[in-house]
């Protein structure tokens, strides 16, 4: 059904790698890029003539950049590669060599590859930004020699949506969950896989956008991008809008493609029992989002409406402003678990493999996920207990409360596979073991914000900002670096230097500590957020944070240099170097662009966890009656 | 895995000592309460730290000691002996402990705090009625009954119940005395109320924390969007009304 031409094909072995690289095979990206930059300048000037104002008015600027995405879309290979053949032409073939990389490509391993490369990319400049903020608040008023209060909330502003949208909500389901989701499931591709293609293409005009909001003048509201503030706080808001409500559009298509390939394309054998806990925390992350980005990202294109077409959902006397926060939440707290599932799945999905265990209560380890995914949904109020009335606080702390219930479930799992195993401690097993360690942080002080009363004081303070910093980078971007130093041999065929890998997550985890540890404190003595000054009794406090800040941003360089000069010479990877029994570690490394040839399929006849000695193999192999 | 077990026990009484100690003296040095409802909102976290404290060494210390304790060692290959699935005992008293902590947690500190805090509104028969109107980048109070308008210095008495009534005329901001522990956003065509009884005399010069402070993100003036706070004697208050009132 969802089988291309290509991929039915036995192909022996065409790896990805074995035609060179040429320059040209860069072109597609060129082009998309030329066609953006043509339709944003060409619909925002006409726009602009046409209402008598300027290009980065909110009007013009929308439209601008409602063509300059299609632009780019089209430039990028979907024309030829998809929409002709809607209207009667012949579709371009799909590309197996190294130039699917660079244009739009139905193969969801290189849509993965190119999520993680742009994931690095917007870690960087979103990295950047953070850097600006501490050296802001290395002193109580640096605004005279650095930022001004407007370019430090832009600043923060775009560091938050960056962060969030184009870095943590797709580091594992985009790069690691897009690539491994159909091999676990011995499936040759995902359900939709022009959709996934389509899913990347999205990702990189809605980041331009933000980071170039400023050159439209900016938003001044954060990441939250409340009304009515948002309205009269700069046209920079418009590519706010536009950009988030375009990166959950792309999640949405990823958790569509997600959903469908568990539910229709899982290999003969592979019951619900028996699919990997991975592919689990990618269900429960997916049902996430599409049962609640659709509210929000209309929300923010509500809020757009108030600003360009005069509405009044949020704003003027007849405008509810609360209503946005409502719909805001309604995704954007469950949307934590977007990132966090996926990472608690591959804490359960590495630990018995390196501690060659069977998965301890892998049931509940399931209901835990789901359990999260469901119980999410209704909590987003607690973000706001300080605007609400007063009937909906118990409701909401209640609920808030009993998510870590289910939370609870995945350590409980963790705990007992670690008890009694063999650890062998590489260092993507460490760094789940620290993202578990910080996470437990992020997570028991979440309860004080759920908790109302503690809720009154500590909201909106640096308390807040330490708590989603453990849950976010402790244990999200932690679990991130250990997935890609874990299946690193699996994409490239070669190995991580292990050394510089336990260095750097060593420097990692006490500088991230050191960071946003005392940031708990400085939100007790009543340090609020979002401040470009602040009063001098907390200045030694933030000289700390700041200087470990430095520490820890630093440290990103050595796994970036470390997965490069990896990539490039490091050593040459088995096929399965953590002795995993996992499906994807059945094909050679690197994976081959058709990981399961036709003429022969795919039985699962087994937990895919058994370690003991003279363990039955899960996995048999047998022809097919289609192979020749 | 019964002898494991018992260096677990050994890891978690030193790690407690440890943790619980250093929270002792984090809890002694606690910033200025300055309220009644400063002491509710702080007694909840304090209460929860001290359990946030307890769990962290319980779990993280079981993570910390199954790596150390089950690690392999170099050279050691082959998988190890036990291969358990689920071990019943083990999970329900997880399941039931989870369960309790909440349960106990949304009780106290959570409706007990708030049933605290709701008390003190509706036992203030006559409270000191403050108009806060926030706009960007300012704060400016009222006091109907003194007859008093449009001063930029929050002036209030202490020991008595004030009822501030809070306007924005622009968009969100949030009215927050961190001395004083609690806060409320002001929204846009919306009045709202917040009761605060100080209880300790002092000015933003005397203690920084004292200071009325926007907490919700308003615009580029935002961080500058502070007022100063002076909490008086009841008798100094009235001398206060009586020279700014008309
Ligand atoms: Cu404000």
Known sequence: MATTDVQGRTVGGAGGGEQPFVWSMVLPMVRAGLFGFIGYFAAAWITAMVTHSVIVNPLPATLGYVFGLLGWIAGSGIWDGWIRRAFGGEEAPSLTGVERYFRFSSDPKATAVRYVIFNVLAFFFAGLAAMMIRIQLLTPDSTSWWLSEVHYNMTFGIHGLMMLLAVAASVIVGGMGYYLLPIMLGARTVIYPRLLGLSWWLLPPAAVAVFLSPLIGGFQTGWWGYPPLAQNSGSGIVFYALGAATLLTSSLLGALNIMGTIIYMRAKGMSLGRVPMFVWGLFAASTILIVEAPATFTGTLMDLSDMILGSHFYTGPTGIPLAYDDQFWWLFHPEVYVFALPAFALWLEILPAAAQRPLFARNWAVAGLLGVSMVGVMLGVHHYFTAVSAVRMPIFMTITETVSIPTGFVFLAALGTLWGGRLKLSSPVLLCLMAMMNFLIGGLTGIFNADVPADFQLHNTYWVIAHFHYTILGAVIFSWLAGLYWWFPKVTGRMVNEFWAKFHAWWFFIFFNMTFFPMFILGIEGMNRRIAVYLPYLHPLNEFVSISAFFLGAGFLIPAANLYISWRSGKKAPQNPWGSKSLEWHSPSPTPYIVFPEGSEVTVVGPNDNYADGAPEPFVWAPTAAGK | ?246
């Open chain 2, 1 to 246: 895995m019964v002898k494991a077990f018992g260096g677990l026990v050994v890891a978690w009484i030193i790690g407690m000592a440890i943790a619980e100690g250093l929270t002792a003296y984090g809890v002694d040095h606690w910033p200025l309460l300055g309220s009644v409802q400063a002491h509710i909102t702080a007694d909840a976290t304090i209460y929860l730290i001290w359990q946030a404290v307890a769990i962290y060494v319980l779990v993280g210390g079981t993570i910390v000691y199954c790596a150390i304790r089950f690690r392999a060692r170099p050279g050691d290959s082959g998988p190890p002996a036990y291969q358990r699935r689920y071990f019943g005992p083990f999970v329900i008293f997880w399941l039931i402990m989870s369960i309790a902590i909440n349960l106990a947690n949304t009780i106290y500190p959570g409706m007990v705090g708030l049933e605290q805090l709701w008390g003190i509104q509706l036992k203030a028969k006559h409270p000191l009625v403050v108009d806060v109107t926030a706009q960007q980048w300012k704060w400016t109070f009222s006091y109907p009954k003194q007859g008093i308008t449009d001063v930029s210095k929050l002036v209030v008495p202490v020991g008595q119940t004030i009822d501030f009534v809070l306007r924005t005329k622009d968009v969100m901001h949030d009215f927050w005395v961190p001395a004083w522990g609690v806060k409320k956003d002001v929204i846009p065509n919306e009045i709202r109320h917040l009761y605060v009884t100080p209880t300790v005399l002092g000015s933003t010069k005397t203690n920084p924390m004292i200071r009325v402070q926007c907490s919700l993100i308003c615009g580029n003036g935002h961080p500058m969007m502070r007022a100063p706070v002076e909490v008086l004697t009841k008798a100094a208050f009235k001398t206060w009304v009586s020279n700014n009132s008309f």
